[in-house]
Nanobody, 122 residues
Framework: EVQLVESGGGLVQAGGSLRLSCAAS????????IGWFRQAPGKEREEILC????????YYAGSVKGRFTISVDNAADRVYLQMASLKPEDTAVYYC???????????????WGKGTLVTVSS
């Protein structure tokens, strides 16, 4: 069974840091791109980062570039989202998703996790 499981969400103060994890199973990790998406209250879902596991190509949304970093542990089939300098507007449910590597998360994602809530207090 294909699974993407996010963890690491919680409550953090503005200016703080948090690391989210996405554990993948049930598919060939190296053949895919893994993306992080978020949906804030009352807003549409937003793609914030994506990494092509095979070749390392990345995409960063302007809203998080310079503050968020994506990293990969290939041996563990796990992708991390390191978030720093968090702002209240970063509050959202964060989702991990996977699609074929060459699309770099630019189309409909094949697999989705259930999300983890990040709340940034002021």
């Amino acid at each position: 069974e294909v699974q993407l499981v996010e963890s690491g969400g919680g409550l953090v103060q503005a200016g703080g840091s948090l690391r989210l994890s996405c554990a993948a199973s049930g598919f060939t990790f190296d053949d895919y791109a893994i993306g992080w998406f978020r949906q804030a209250p009352g807003k549409e879902r937003e793609e914030i980062l994506c990494i092509n596991i095979h070749d390392g190509r990345t995409y960063y949304a302007g809203s998080v570039k310079g503050r968020f970093t994506i990293s990969v542990d290939n041996a563990a089939d796990r992708v991390y989202l390191q978030m720093a300098s968090l702002k209240p507007e970063d509050t959202a449910v964060y989702y991990c998703a996977a699609d074929v590597a060459e699309r770099l998360c630019q189309g409909g994602m094949a697999y989705w996790g259930k999300g983890t809530l990040v709340t940034v207090s002021s």
